[in-house]
Nanobody, 113 residues
Framework: QVQLVESGGGLVQAGGSLRLSCAASIGIFNFNAMGWYRQAPGKQRELVAQITRGGRTNYADSVKGRFTISRENAKNTVYLQMNNLKPEDTAVYYC???????WGQGTQVTVSS
């Protein structure tokens, strides 16, 4: 059974940084793509960043230049480095693996103004 486990969320002031980690129970090369989504209260879940097996990345316009997705194959882990965080980045962040899709349990990120 495929499991994705997120960590690294927390409370940070605006302008601060956090790094989220997503550890997979299988080799991440098994996924066509892995990504980070987020869901704020009362809003739909949205794609934040994605990295394909070939290493191609794409980002939501709202996070371009601030967030970076990366992976470490040897640790079966995908990361999301979040810099210059804003209050509007507050949400539960979910790791995703395709195909499947597979989802983690989510990690809360709260950015105070």
């Amino acid at each position: 059974q495929v499991q994705l486990v997120e960590s690294g969320g927390g409370l940070v002031q605006a302008g601060g940084s956090l790094r989220l980690s997503c550890a997979a129970s299988i080799g991440i090369f098994n996924f066509n793509a892995m990504g980070w989504y987020r869901q704020a209260p009362g809003k739909q879940r949205e794609l934040v960043a994605q990295i394909t097996r070939g290493g191609r990345t794409n980002y939501a316009d709202s996070v371009k230049g601030r967030f970076t997705i990366s992976r470490e194959n040897a640790k079966n882990t995908v990361y999301l480095q979040m810099n210059n965080l804003k209050p509007e980045d507050t949400a539960v962040y979910y790791c995703n693996g395709l195909p499947g899709p597979f989802w983690g349990q989510g990690t809360q990120v709260t950015v105070s103004s």
